[in-house]
């Protein structure tokens, strides 16, 4: 996924975004969905916007 984003792969951006949705959804080990949700975020931050 992050060589798509680098590439400006079109469906990179709507991959995270369902990702990012299906972590805020996430109840158990919310420790690593949070971490997972910064990351997904400084990835839109640096190669898109929602």
Avoid: C, S
């Avoid at 990012?20 to 990835?43: K, P, S």
């Amino acid at each position: 996924m992050v060589l798509d984003l680098l590439d400006g792969e079109p469906t990179a951006l709507a991959r995270l975004r369902a990702a990012d949705e299906a972590l805020h959804e996430q109840r158990e080990d919310r420790h690593r969905a949070e971490a997972l949700l910064q990351l997904i975020a400084t990835y839109v931050e640096d190669y898109g916007n929602w």
